[in-house]
């Protein structure tokens, strides 16, 4: 397998103006039912850990099967609608992270590729600068100083020598 051009399939122009319009109609839609808290918010209310969600769960079982035992005390209705939007938003986010996860994985795939296909360009650039051609000093001078470490000599610049220039022919 080669180092570069891990990935070669690329999100057409249509795909990706479906992609960002069904991403705006999910905020749209969402708009008036999420909440963005503050970090003191999220602190004071976020404690529901999962053992807690657990037991939430577990009330909701014996309304179900028992709900001549539940309390009067508590909205029933009210506990019900927020049950099923947070085991709905819930499958929602874990849909979105698993997205979220390939998405991750494919752009590390073309950020490598970026990466080693631009390793290839320095190469040449290198090797047309060492032949004097007009042009390439100012390009080898620009992208070397992405190659810098602290007093190790090397290049022209003061950084590490740059990856080995392609072989010539």
Do not use: C
Not at 60 to 89: G, K, L
Request: aromatic share 10%.
């Amino acid at each position: 397998m080669p180092l570069h051009n891990l990935i070669v399939k690329h999100i057409t122009a249509e795909h990706k103006t479906d992609v960002n319009k069904n991403i705006d109609d999910i905020d749209t839609v969402l708009e008036n039912y999420v909440v963005n808290l503050s970090s003191e918010e999220r602190q004071k209310y976020g404690s529901i850990d999962e053992d807690n969600k657990l037991f939430a769960n577990k009330v909701m079982d014996y309304r179900n099967s028992e709900p001549n035992r539940s309390s009067p005390q508590v909205d029933w209705v009210e506990f019900e609608a927020d049950y099923v939007d947070r085991v709905t938003i819930e499958g929602w986010i874990n849909r979105l992270m698993s997205m979220v996860g390939k998405l991750q994985n494919t752009k590390i795939l073309h950020d490598f590729d970026n990466y080693q296909n631009g390793l290839v360009d320095y190469k040449y650039t290198q090797y047309m600068d060492d032949t004097e051609e007009d042009g390439y000093s100012v390009k080898r001078q620009e992208l070397a100083q992405f190659f810098k470490r602290p007093s190790s000599g090397g290049d022209a610049t003061g950084g590490t020598p740059p990856p080995t220039p392609p072989p010539a022919g």
